[in-house]
């Protein structure tokens, strides 16, 4: 039963989780783990001190007793450009020599300083019957991957997959798409810095956006504008949430107005990411949005999301696409870690080369 370890390097934690998959494609959650970096260690991101990550990684693989050093592991940030291309429908080897040519008329970063990858996602006719390919190119910039690989070397592990957590995001929730008659579904991700946007139609991604804030932002302002410790921040923001009405005891409404302010801000720009997807000429209407990662838990955000979008949001459920086995955890803490893991278990699903 061959099985795969995804690995979310975030930037509060690095979180893994170990998926066996049987010969009927069924997929069972092993092991979950997670460890807290340390400030600054990993900034919106993008790996800043290589050693500290590799050391966070190394307690994580020895709590958690993982054994194999084989590891999925994922990348979202502003050093990472995603682009979602139609082309002429030709042989694979037309392909392998068109896309690169492509690449720099799609790609606004120039492509002698970064990592270029692309992999196909769907062949497609349009309605004359012309055929097409869509591709996905995704370059990155080659300083950022090495930071990272680096941060993987010293822990002893070995990259065999270097994904997008966008993919990641799809293969870990897209079984739970709506109906074929139901149009596209959104799936967001709020992290600490950085929010993964990624629009599909039954498992086939039609739109992928990251956005350079999350949570954190929320957590900054309170530390900025009113002076408070981290730990202050982080209760504040948990206490009062984004629901409206008169703030809870023991919060004042200026921590309150900070709180509501900057996750309508991390709101519109989610909102106008979908604006810009529904313009296009390929898109389809979105009819739900699933909400997942560490921000989702912020109470009033899910339906302030709705308000902006004009559509259902509903919570991220990675666990009920897979079994879960024994993990050594109980229902209830697995309820608590599932917001944090659709980006891990996603990883874990890749496809083995």
Known sequence: MPTRIGLDIGTNAVRAAKVSTNRDGEATLENIGQVILPPGAVRDG???????????LTTLWSERGLRSRKVA??????????????????????????????????VPIPLDSATLDWSVLER???GEGNEFVRVALVAAHRDMVERLLEALR??????????LDAFALLRALAADHLPETEGAEVLVDVGTSITDIIAHEHGAPRFVRELTMGSGRITDGLITQLAMRVDEAERTKALTGCSGGPPPEGVSPEAARIVADRARDLVEEVRGSLDYYRAQDHSVPVRRALLTGGGAQLAGLSEMLSE??????????PLSN?????????DDELEEAEPFLSVAIGLALAPTS
Do not use: M, Y
């Open 46 to 56: 993008e790996v800043v001190d290589p050693q500290t990550v590799a050391e966070c």
């Open 73 to 106: 592991v994922g990348v979202a940030n502003q050093q990472v450009v995603t682009r979602l291309v139609d082309l002429p429908s030709v042989s694979d080897e037309e392909l392998a020599e068109a896309v690169p040519l492509q690449a720099s008329e799609h």
């Open 124 to 126: 497609f006719a349009d």
């Open 154 to 163: 010293l822990a002893k592990l070995d990259p065999i997959t270097l994904d």
């Open 308 to 317: 902006a979008l004009e559509v259902p949001v509903e919570p991220a459920r």
């Open 322 to 330: 897979l079994k879960v086995g024994r993990t050594g955890l109980t």
